[in-house]
């Protein structure tokens, strides 16, 4: 067989960063090839037969999915194992079995058929959702189909093996898949699609493997054994690397251990700029998992606890097991305070079928605090969890999508009516809370005066308030490129929101995606912000870039880019800023 004399040509694929770190391998390509079951026709007398085989494959998928969490729990810790909590709940879902069974006896199809019509139903619902940690739930309710399936079939295990050192190529990996992986065999892994926010991306991170996802068309490209390089930090997949980006890798990975060194050593240092105003630079989280990275990251507690997310995983838990959850996050994090959002979802967001009629605008219809106003069961049940966890530590309430000053006054209302019945019942309640709102739309920034005499702080949610603002839609491509940041009408209502609040004495933070985000880390200085809250991992490069600001430059490009009006031009401003101020993170 002839070669070619000269070495294969250095190729470079951009995708998305999930998990730091940089690799150098050979690859080993997985297909994920799924064979959706034919429908076959089960005679009336032999359906008792397919009950049992339902029954069989729950009971031996259970079982491989707790030894899986035995296993990460040994590796990686309990926390991480927790992921799987939420298989276990998909797995046992009394609604999908009894349609299973229900469709069973009504249609007399086979059960693999029923049960993968049934899942497939829940699935193309949370893919039509706008949210993006919510799409990405497909993959976990996706696993357990596949379990299933593999299971009634008599496949028994199925996914990824070992097979030696290298790194891991393939359309998308389950979390089941990830949790397999050898920290040492597995170097580093790369994905046609994915997300930083799916539960494979959280567990590449607690693994310290080098991920990145989003390179569609990959395994056309990629051949067994071909070596690759996996860069992390900037989401790139290397084919052949040449001897020149090998020895700048290396450089590379120098540079990035002294500058974690670095990083840590800011851990208890406070988050404050050169000319010496101090910030309060807490953490977002979605799950009590994350509170060992926030503490470690240095973070000055939570300032926004995603409840929404415990919700998906168990949308039927009670009182009780919410308090347990809540209070621990509160125990963990103590003495700093956890800032709890309530329910957020509604319209793009994921609701039991029976609550949601046609939407024809989900975007400008039920969700976040209209939701929980509309279902005071519910709200209640929350509320009091919460209530019962402020008892603990410091604890504050926010509420999200608020427009008008009546939902905060109902909503503070049923605060208080909570905290009597739980004193009346003799249940210890937290009463050094603080209630605060978050400012997700034009409107509450409009009306910020008005509802700052209500409240005891102010939360900015960057990410709606953007979209709103602008009237554009992040996943429309049409429309994706127009959703800007730096738009200067977004600005000018984050000053106004800052100003309000501050003229009645509450704090202003920024919870959304702009507060971690290095370019514009100048831009939420200059604002004069009291808080930033933002990723765990994010949070000890956000810290020293506050360090190296100056307050009084980082105001002077605030009023700057509002004056200058050029969405463009705004954008260069801040970017130029941070890379003279901090060259050593980008």
């Not at 034919?38 to 729950?58: G, M």
């Not at 980006?245 to 990035?256: A, F, G, S, V």
């Not at 010496?276 to 630079?281: A, D, I, N, V």
């Not at 973070?299 to 209070?327: C, H, S, W």
Request: hydrophobic residues 40%; proline residues 5%; glycine residues 8%.
């Amino acid at each position: 067989m002839q070669t070619s004399p000269n070495p294969p040509q250095e190729q470079r694929l951009q995708g998305t960063p999930v998990s730091p770190g940089i690799a150098l391998g050979t690859v080993r390509l997985v297909y994920r090839a799924f064979a959706v079951p034919f429908p076959r026709r089960i005679a009336p007398e032999d359906q008792a037969q397919e009950v049992a085989r339902l029954e069989r494959a729950v009971a031996a998928t259970r079982e491989q999915i707790e030894t899986l969490q035995r296993r990460i729990a040994s590796q990686a810790g309990t926390e991480h194992a927790e992921i799987f909590d939420a298989h276990l709940l998909v797995l046992e879902d009394r609604t999908i079995l009894d349609e299973v069974l229900r469709r069973l006896r009504s249609e007399h199809l086979n059960v693999e058929h029923l049960y993968h019509e049934v899942m497939r139903r829940y699935m193309d619902s949370l893919r039509r959702i706008d949210d993006p940690y919510l799409r990405e739930r497909v993959i976990d309710i996706e696993d357990v189909t596949h379990r299933m399936i593999r299971n009634l079939r008599g496949d028994g295990q199925a996914g990824v093996r070992r097979s030696g050192k290298h790194i891991l190529v393939g359309y998308d990996l389950t979390p089941s898949d990830t949790a397999v992986l050898e920290p040492g065999e597995v170097l580093g892994f790369a994905t046609e699609v994915g997300s930083p926010t799916s539960h494979t991306a959280i567990m590449a991170r607690s693994m310290n493997i080098p991920a990145v996802v989003g390179l569609t068309g990959l395994r056309r490209q990629l051949q067994p054994g071909q070596e690759v390089l996996i860069d992390g930090m900037e989401g790139l997949v290397i084919l052949n690397p040449s001897e020149p980006t090998r020895r700048e890798y290396e450089e590379k990975q120098r540079e990035r251990a002294e500058l974690d060194h670095k990083l840590a050593t800011l851990r208890d240092k406070p988050a404050e700029t050169k000319d010496g105003r101090r910030y309060t630079l807490s953490a977002n989280i979605e799950f009590n998992h994350e509170l060992d990275l926030a503490r470690e990251s240095g973070a000055a507690g939570v300032g926004l606890y995603r409840t929404e997310f415990g919700f998906l995983n168990d949308p039927d838990a009670g009182e009780d097991v919410m308090a347990q959850i809540y209070t621990e996050a509160v125990q963990q994090l103590a003495p700093e305070a956890v800032i709890f959002r309530t329910l957020d979802v509604g319209g793009d967001k994921i609701l039991p079928e029976s609550q949601v009629a046609d939407d024809p605008n989900p975007f400008l219809g039920w969700r976040g605090i209209r939701v929980s106003l509309q279902e005071p069961v519910a709200f209640r049940r929350q509320l009091r969890a919460i209530l019962r966890a402020a008892a603990h530590g410091r604890v504050g309430i926010m509420f999200p999508m608020v427009s008008d000053i009546h939902e905060v006054r109902e909503a503070r209302r049923a605060v208080e009516a909570c905290a009597a019945e739980l004193e009346a019942e003799g249940v210890p309640v937290g009463r050094d809370l603080e209630l605060g709102v978050m400012i997700e739309v034009p409107s509450a920034a409009l009306c910020a005066d008005v509802l700052a005499a209500e409240v005891d702080f102010f939360s900015i949610g960057t990410n709606d308030l953007v979209q709103y603002t602008l009237a554009v839609d992040r996943l429309n491509e049409r429309v994706a490129h127009l959703y800007r940041a730096t738009h200067p009408s977004v600005l000018q209502l984050m000053k106004l929101v800052v100003e309000a609040g501050h003229r009645h004495g509450i704090w202003v933070g920024v919870c959304g995606e702009m507060a971690g985000d290095l370019d514009l880390v100048p831009l939420m200085v200059g604002l004069g912000l009291d808080e930033l809250s933002v990723a765990a991992g994010q949070l000890p490069r956000v810290k020293h870039a506050m360090r190296c600001l100056h307050y009084a430059q980082c105001s002077e490009l605030v009023e700057n880019a509002l004056r200058c009006g050029d969405v463009d031009l705004i954008a260069r401003m801040t970017h130029e800023t941070a890379r003279a101020a901090y060259p050593e993170l980008y």
